[in-house]
């Protein structure tokens, strides 16, 4: 019998517009941030709804230089969900200011709000709230929260990119937003990221900092109308997107509807394969967003998550956990701890949670086999 194919848990979707533009780049001789990085930034702008867009090599980048121009720093303190990828509270301590974790809502897997009111203190400067997923938090009653009490808001939208919260763009909502390219998101540029803005002065400091707080980028320096004179305005950092990158990027942005609609259709038929399975339990999504279907995660009960994870790797399906609860590391447990108890519905879920295959290109055959393995999995459990 032949060994059925291993279905991954992610695969990147390129086409030959992708590669033709990345090797058109490569032959203009113009490799570094230029005109491409200049048009991605203005397309991706007008994609969203903003002001502003200013391209990063990462989300993490973008975070940083969120929270650097909002001055938060030393005696600060950021709120900031546990369940996310660690980048989201490792900024915070990059700035000088200190992480307190706040738990999720066992619904949406979001940031709880009783929660976030909880943790306030005097100290307290922002929240950085993260769409898990690509599914959107509740922005309205977050921004209520946070104007009573004088915070700022950060959106940690590395898994949102083309989703929509009551109508409009995540990112294009009044807060700081930064984005993710990574090589497993939405739409990639294989490493890099965006921050959205409508403040004028968040942008320019964004823009400075990104490259060593210089005045000119190496575009306006070497063309043949540049000059090669710059002053320096920031002690800034080597964060900038490049031509290559942002080649790749405007063809990905002009398909992520598509891409989309693809995820959509595919969580759809997860949803409908598991519906008579009581072991699996999928996320609820609020009919105020449109859900752009970054992960599609399940809660898996009846049988242990790391054994199913186990045995369906044996089956050559491909998986993932998103994600470790970041007090659960040494480094935080050690200088950054919490009460035990304190997030119960983080340390709840992350026993519980597993991110399926989803891709655009996933087959109708590959998903078939992969509901069929899971039910087979759970429902014959004891």
Not at 250 to 269: D, M, N, P
Not at 275 to 294: A, C, D, E, F, G
Not at 326 to 355: A, C, E, G, R
Request: proline share 3%.
């Amino acid at each position: 019998m032949q060994k059925q194919q291993f279905i991954p848990f992610c695969r990147v979707e390129l086409t030959q517009a992708e590669i033709t533009a990345v090797t058109e780049c490569l032959r203009s001789g113009w490799l570094t941030m230029g005109n491409q990085v200049q048009k991605f930034e203005q397309q991706f702008a007008e994609y969203v709804g903003v002001k502003y867009a200013i391209s990063v090599n990462s989300c993490t980048a973008a975070l940083d230089l969120a929270l650097l121009a909002h001055n938060i720093g030393k005696g600060d303190e950021v709120l900031v969900p546990s369940f996310t990828f660690v980048a989201t509270a490792n900024v915070v301590i990059h700035a000088g200011a200190k992480p307190v974790f706040v738990d999720i809502d066992k619904n949406t897997l979001n940031i709880d709000l009783e929660d976030i009111v909880k943790k306030i203190t005097k100290k307290t400067k922002a929240i950085i709230v993260v769409h898990y997923a690509g599914l959107p938090v509740e922005l309205t009653k977050i921004k209520k929260i946070a104007k009573e009490h004088n915070l700022i808001i950060i959106e940690d939208a590395a898994h949102a990119v083309g989703s929509k919260y009551k109508g409009k763009y995540v990112g294009a909502h009044g807060n700081t937003t930064c984005f993710s390219f990574y090589a497993t998101k939405t739409m990639t540029t294989g490493e890099g990221g965006m921050l959205t803005t409508n403040n004028k002065k968040i942008a320019d400091f964004v823009a400075r900092n990104r490259l060593h707080g210089i005045s000119r980028d190496a575009w306006k320096r070497y063309r043949k109308d540049g000059s090669w004179k710059y002053d320096v305005l920031y002690a800034g950092f080597k964060y900038n997107m490049t031509d290559v990158q942002a080649s790749l990027g405007i063809h990905q942005l002009s398909r992520l509807e598509k891409f989309i609609e693809q995820r959509t259709k595919i969580v759809g038929l997860y949803k409908k394969g598991f519906s008579k399975n009581k072991h699996i339990q999928m996320l609820s999504t609020p009919n105020t967003v449109r859900h752009s279907y970054h992960l599609c995660p399940i809660l898996v009960t009846g049988v242990k998550r790391d054994e199913l994870i186990k045995k369906l790797t044996e089956m050559e399906i491909g998986t993932s956990v998103h994600f470790i609860p970041i007090h659960q590391f040494s480094y935080y447990k050690k200088f950054y701890p919490v009460k035990k108890n304190d997030l119960q519905v983080t340390d709840s879920v992350f026993k519980h949670i597993l991110s399926l295959p989803l891709f655009p290109t996933l087959k109708q055959e590959e998903i078939n086999r992969v509901i069929n393995a899971v039910n087979a999995l759970t429902l014959d459990s004891k």
